[in-house]
């Protein structure tokens, strides 16, 4: 059966059946921050979209000044909305009416061994005017930005993650994290990688709806194993003992994600260009960032080990 196709209440459930599944992932992910943070608790903002032809929400939940995380999201949204002509410039899109459901990550913890984490997991539709779906994919990832190298950190991240994708094809590990490296990449700075990468993949469109419910399932283990890849890091760098100079050096590299996420990133210009929530979508922004003129770190310093390893992609597993 071709997408274009599809029964109207038929989708309908599809979509459903996703949205429950992101606001469980919301929940769980939440309950085991605040649990291992153990002081910080979530503020949640439940919010709608702005009038002018589009509707749907979201729930904004943000972590801070806690223990172990200094800043944090875990924003899910459910928005729907006509086409709009910078929608179609922009996106490469075009139809009579969207819609979008998704789960957006960012932690920003406060000691400087321990890393950053961002991850995404979403889905689009895109319907015709008689309300049927003439597009449809799946899209999401997630990637590790470490302050100071930890190979061993490294290796378990990106092996959790090829763990999950081998069942569904051995291919899609190589290829996924290939996306990732091209993808989280300040091409304004030589190609300087934001960090070290994990797994992207964007627009996974269904042949069938077997295929559909095979990257349902995709999807939901990719989502499921976020906590597995990204706590025992968490566990092991937490209370290792740091200064200014580190301090200094996390800073530095934070200004690196923000040009990232405010000239490169897709999710933001999106979230942007489509009237989205401007507080949720610079959530992702950290609290302290630094630039300095043309900083550098010292030669065979842990601070230049993990700048080199950002200049270049590396094989982890």
């Not at 949205?19 to 979530?42: M, P």
């Not at 706590?231 to 200064?243: N, Q």
């Not at 300095?292 to 030669?299: A, F, G, I, K, L």
């Amino acid at each position: 059966m071709s997408t274009s196709m599809l029964d109207k209440k038929e989708t309908h459930l599809f979509r459903e059946n996703w949205i429950v599944f992101i606001y469980d992932l919301q929940n769980r992910i939440c309950t085991e921050l605040e649990k291992i943070d153990g002081k910080a608790k979530f503020r949640e903002d439940e919010w709608e979209r702005k009038p002018g032809g589009s509707g749907g929400g979201g729930k904004t939940r943000v972590i801070a000044q806690g223990n172990i995380f200094e800043k944090g999201g875990v924003n899910s949204s459910v928005v729907y909305g006509k086409v709009t002509d910078p929608m179609r410039r922009q996106l490469k899109i075009d139809g009579d009416k969207w819609f979008a459901c998704g789960l957006s990550i960012v932690i920003h913890p406060l000691n400087p061994y321990v890393p950053t984490i961002h991850a995404n997991w979403r889905y689009f539709e895109l319907y015709d005017e008689a309300g049927y779906v003439i597009d449809r994919w799946f899209g999401g990832g997630t990637d590790l930005t470490p302050y100071y190298l930890f190979e061993e950190d490294a290796k378990h991240f990106h092996q959790t993650l090829k763990d999950v994708l081998d069942p569904f094809g051995e291919n899609l590990y190589p290829e996924y994290k290939k996306a990732c490296d091209e993808y989280f990449c300040n091409t304004h700075r030589n190609n300087e990688m934001r960090g070290i990468g994990g797994i992207f993949y964007d627009h996974l469109r269904p042949a069938d709806e077997d295929d559909a419910e095979k990257l349902f399932q995709f999807q939901k283990n990719n989502g499921n194993a976020f906590l597995n890849a990204y706590f025992p890091i968490v566990e092991k760098r937490k209370d290792l003992s740091y200064g200014k100079d580190q301090i200094k050096w996390q800073e530095i590299r934070r200004g690196r994600y923000v040009e990232f996420n405010l000239i490169h990133d897709r999710g933001t210009i999106f979230g942007l260009k489509t009237n989205g929530r401007t507080e949720s979508i610079l959530m992702s922004l950290p609290p302290r960032a630094r630039w300095e003129y043309d900083y550098r770190p010292q030669p065979g310093t842990e601070e230049d080990k993990l700048w080199q390893a950002c200049l270049h992609p590396k094989e982890w597993v």
